[in-house]
């Protein structure tokens, strides 16, 4: 039973701990300045509202794409740098894969 209740404490203790990101959004092209800067808005505040931090955001502005996406043959990239929890990058995934604005994405997690 102590080994159990041992394993527990460290799977808790590992949770807690924040770790490193890299997520890459593809935005539809036809989104307007506004519209963009609301939707990555909403992500960050998403990463930052459960406790995660954003250490850089670049913007790579309007890029063509290598096969068309939702008829779309270019997007809008931007890659983020941000550190959260293991659980909250699984609940970032399903609602980007929901979000209309955003054709594509990538999270990654960085090796430390």
């Known amino acids: 039973m102590a080994k159990s209740k041992i394993k527990k404490e460290e799977v808790a203790a590992e949770e807690k701990q924040l770790r490193d990101y890299e997520l890459v959004l593809v935005v539809s092209p036809e989104v307007g300045e506004d519209a963009l800067e609301a939707t990555l808005n909403n992500v960050n505040q998403f990463i930052t509202g459960k406790g995660g931090v954003i250490a850089e955001e670049k913007r790579w502005g309007k890029r063509k794409?290598?096969?068309?996406?939702?008829?779309?043959?270019?997007?809008?990239?931007?890659?983020?740098?941000?550190?959260?929890?293991?659980?909250?990058?699984?609940?970032?995934?399903?609602?980007?894969?929901?979000?209309?604005?955003i054709l594509r994405h990538l999270l990654l997690k960085v090796s430390s």
Do not use: F
């Open 65 to 101: 794409l290598a096969y068309s996406i939702r008829r779309h043959l270019e997007g809008n990239y931007v890659l983020t740098q941000c550190k959260m929890r293991p659980t909250w990058a699984k609940e970032l995934d399903a609602n980007l894969n929901i979000s209309e604005e």
